[in-house]
Every structure is written in C-alpha cells, then in structure tokens.
C-alpha cells in the first residue's frame, strides 16, 4: 500500500529558481524523509525530519512537516541543473521495521 | 571506503531460469533490504532482514527468495515462478531496521526475455 504521495509528478524549472515538492501521507509516522534518485541510479538520502519538528535545512533543502495535514514539502532553492532527479519520500507509517517510498516527483532544471 | 555494491549492473536472462542477485555492504549494518522498482514507480519491498539468519517477506516476496548467512551479504534470488521479473532492483541497508536512513547499492536491472 502506498503510504506517501508526491505532487507533481513531474515538475520542470530553469537554473536559478526555486523547485517545491510536496508529500502527503496516510498514518501517523515517526519520521519521514526524503531522497534523490538520479536516472539509473542507486537512491541518496537527503534529509530526515522527525514527527516532533516542523522544519529542517540542509544546505539549498528546506523541508517541513505538518503532521495535522500529514504533508511533508521539499524545497530546493537556487536550482541547478545537476539537482535534475527524481525526489522520493518515505515514511514509517509507525512500523518498526520498513520504509514506504512514494513514487515520486521527476524534476528537471533546464540550463 | 566504506558502502554498498551490488552486481552485476545489467542482468539477461531468458524465460524460466533463476537468477541470483548480489548485495554485499561494509558499513557493518545490521538491516538489508531488497526493493523492486519498475519505471515511473515507487520501490517496493520485496524482503528484508533484520539480522543475520533471518528475514522476512515483504509486499512483493512471491517468486523470490532470500538467504542472510553473513552480515555482510543479502544475494536475491528471482525464481522462475515470477511473473514479471523484468524490472530495476535495488538493495539497501541501515543500521537496524525502522525509521532509520537506509543506504542504497546502485542497483541490478534485470531483463528477462
């Protein structure tokens, strides 16, 4: 069962601007995070966030979470073209033991 | 130089043979996880294992089967009772299983005709 959703699917931007991506989920969680899948690749964590915070930076990521709303937003500030990816999320939906993965938001930053 | 290695990158095989796919970490995790991903999806758990000698099915296990005789090692094996086997696979570990970072190999694609 698909436990997160990422909106858009597929989102394209120019070099320099900004790309938001959003996450929305069923059950209660104990964290959520997000990671970067570049084509044919392996996937890289990029930022976890627990249920008691409601945002986080790690260098151009900012991400937050409503838990009321359960939604998570990934934001990506001053794009680049090699931040062209798909970004996943992924939630423990309280269980203690696997990670759900969404299926994805596709971004491509144009040069 | 510490990670995750899976081999081979790319896999053929032709209709009726089992295949066996190779994960192997050094980062001295206790938790593997095998995933299936095909194109414009999300990854799909197929098994895990929480420490060695055991594992557990998950969302997606028919068709395949597990072994986790080391630490270090999780191999899958894709039987020919799988339907659709053609797909990206993935292999992960963490540091024990749950809501931790979990740590992916490059992945195997698997092309069976």
């Known amino acids: 069962s698909q436990q997160g959703e990422e909106d858009p699917q597929a989102l394209s931007i120019q070099e320099g601007e900004n790309a938001t991506m959003n996450c929305s989920y069923k059950?209660?969680?104990?964290?959520l995070q997000w990671y970067r899948q570049n084509s044919g690749r392996g996937l890289v964590h990029l930022i976890l966030?627990?249920?008691?915070?409601r945002e986080k930076h790690s260098g151009r990521l900012r991400v937050t979470l409503d838990t009321s709303k359960k939604s998570s937003s990934l934001l990506i500030t001053a794009s680049r073209a090699a931040d062209t990816a798909s970004y996943f999320c992924?939630?423990?939906?309280?269980?203690?033991?696997?990670?759900?993965f969404g299926k994805g938001t596709l971004l491509t930053v144009n040069p | 130089d510490g990670g995750i290695t899976q081999s081979p990158k790319y896999l053929f095989r032709k209709e009726g043979q089992n295949v066996t796919l190779s994960c192997e970490q050094n980062?001295?995790?206790?938790?593997m996880y095998w995933y299936r991903q095909d194109p414009g999806q999300g990854l799909r758990l197929i098994y895990y294992?929480?420490?060695?000698?055991?594992?557990q099915k998950g969302d997606i296990a028919e068709g395949y089967s597990v072994s986790r005789e080391k630490k270090e090692s999780f191999p899958l094996t894709v039987t020919s009772a799988q339907k659709n086997p053609t797909a990206f696979y993935l292999c992960?570990?963490?540091?024990?299983?749950?809501?931790?970072?979990?740590?992916f190999g490059p992945g195997t694609r698997l092309t069976v005709t």
């Open positions: 980062l001295n995790h206790d938790a």
């Open positions: 966030i627990r249920s008691n915070e």
């Open positions: 992924a939630t423990d939906g309280g269980s203690n033991y696997k990670l759900t």
């Open positions: 992960a570990s963490s540091i024990a299983s749950g809501p931790y970072e979990q740590y």
């Open positions: 059950t209660s969680i104990n964290n």
């Open positions: 294992s929480q420490i060695v000698n055991d594992f």
